[in-house]
């Protein structure tokens, strides 16, 4: 069974910066693909950033390209997301999934097996 456990959310000010982890354990989850997703209250699931298993291959929303990055560490079976330049819009519960070895992340929510909980991120006004 493989288990995905978020952390690193809280309050950020506009504009500013937060990492996010995403431990994993369980068997063979580092041969998993990785995604971030958000959800607001009220609206379905969206998409963030994936990452194949050994990172070799790393996918964003249009809207986060640039600004935010998906990264693995396979040896400390984590997975981070650093959001930069953080705006009103990006306040959302972050939860990572993973499934499949794929060639590319796939950005459909249904796809993937595993999930977190999740973690909250907030703008500090």
């Not at 431990?23 to 959800?39: C, I, K």
């Not at 794929?102 to 907030?122: E, M």
Request: aromatic share 12%.
């Amino acid at each position: 069974q493989v288990q995905l456990v978020e952390s690193g959310g809280g309050l950020v000010q506009p504009g500013g910066s937060l990492n996010v982890s995403c431990t994993t354990s369980g068997d063979y989850v580092t041969s998993y693909t990785m995604a971030w997703f958000r959800q607001a209250p009220g609206k379905e699931r969206e998409f963030v950033a994936g990452s194949t298993w050994h990172g070799g291959s790393t996918s964003y929303a249009d809207s986060m390209k640039g600004l935010f990055t998906i990264s693995r560490d396979n040896d400390n079976n984590t997975v981070y997301l650093r959001m930069n330049f953080l705006r009103h819009e990006d306040t959302d519960v972050y939860c990572c999934a993973a499934s499949g070895r794929w060639a590319t992340a796939r950005r459909t929510p249904s796809q993937y097996t595993f999930w977190g909980q999740g973690t909250q991120v907030t703008e500090n006004t």
